[in-house]
C-alpha cells in the first residue's frame, strides 16, 4: 500500500526567495511520485514527475524535486518564487503495479508576499 | 495523450435529489479510472478505484456509488442527495501500472447541494 505526507498544510515566501515543499512518502515498491499544482477555480496541472530516472527531475516554472529513497522524501523546491506561484500543491504516489491506486496528499498552500 | 471529458461543470442540486455525474475517457484502453472529492479547504479524497469494466473499490463509506458500464466510462451516483456532498469531484485516469502510472484529470463538477 502507499501513502503520502505532506508536512505543511501551508507555507508562506516572500518573493524572490526560496520555495521548499515537503512531501514523504511510503510504498511497499518502487514508487511514482508526481507533483500537481491547482490554482484557484482551476484544474491540476502537472508539474514534474519521477519514475525511477534520475533521481533529481526538473518541472515547468524553474521547480525541481529530489527523490530520497534512504528518507522516503520528494521535496519541491524553486530557487526564486514568483507571484504567480501562489496556489495548491498536491504530492502524489502510485505504485506500478497494474492495480496501483494514485494517492494524493492532503496539499501545501503556498502564498507569496511581495 | 489520455483526454478526460468530466460533465457537467457546475451543478446545483436540492437535497434528497438523485446525482449522475458521467466521465469518459479518449486516448487510452483499459485505463484504471478514479473518483477523488475535493471539500472546500480540503485536499483530494479518493472516493472510488476501478481497473476493469464492473470492477469498483470503494475507498470510503459514503452516500455515494460508482459503475463502470464501458471501459472508458465512469459514473458517479447517488439516490438521495445530502447537504455533506457538497464539494469538487475529479474524474482520473491513469495507465495500467509500469511506467504509466501519470494520472490525467478532468476539468472537474462543482457540487453544490443545497
Known amino acids: 500500500a502507499q501513502s503520502v505526507t505532506q508536512l505543511d498544510s501551508h507555507v508562506s515566501v516572500s518573493e524572490g526567495t526560496p520555495v521548499l515543499l515537503r512531501c514523504n512518502y511510503s510504498?511497499?515498491?518502487?514508487?511514482?511520485l508526481f507533483w500537481y499544482v491547482q490554482h484557484p477555480n482551476k484544474g491540476l496541472q502537472l508539474l514534474l514527475k519521477?519514475?525511477?530516472?534520475?533521481?533529481l527531475v526538473k518541472g515547468i516554472n524553474g521547480f525541481e524535486a529530489e527523490f530520497k529513497k534512504s528518507e522516503t522524501s520528494f521535496h519541491l523546491t524553486k530557487p526564486s518564487a514568483h507571484m504567480s506561484d501562489a496556489a495548491e500543491y498536491f504530492c502524489?504516489?502510485?505504485?506500478?503495479?497494474?492495480?496501483?491506486?494514485?494517492?494524493f496528499g492532503s496539499g501545501t498552500r503556498l502564498s507569496i508576499r511581495p | 495523450s489520455q483526454t478526460i471529458h468530466q460533465w457537467p461543470a457546475t451543478l446545483v442540486q436540492p437535497v434528497g435529489s438523485p446525482l449522475s455525474l458521467e466521465c469518459t475517457v479518449e486516448g487510452t484502453s483499459n485505463p484504471n479510472l478514479y473518483w477523488y472529492r475535493q471539500a472546500a479547504g480540503r485536499g483530494l479524497q479518493l472516493l472510488f478505484y476501478?481497473?476493469?469494466?464492473?470492477?469498483i473499490s470503494s475507498e470510503v463509506p459514503q452516500n455515494l456509488s460508482a459503475s463502470r458500464p464501458q471501459d472508458r466510462q465512469f459514473i458517479l451516483s447517488s439516490k438521495k442527495l445530502l447537504l455533506s456532498d457538497s464539494g469538487f469531484y475529479l474524474c482520473a485516469c491513469s495507465g495500467q501500472g509500469g511506467m504509466n502510472t501519470e494520472a490525467f484529470f478532468g476539468q472537474g463538477t462543482r457540487l453544490t447541494v443545497v
Open positions: 476501478s481497473v476493469g469494466i464492473g470492477q
Open positions: 502524489v504516489v502510485s505504485g506500478r503495479s497494474s492495480a496501483s491506486k494514485i494517492i
Open positions: 519521477y519514475t525511477s530516472a534520475a533521481t
Open positions: 510504498s511497499s515498491y518502487s514508487p511514482s
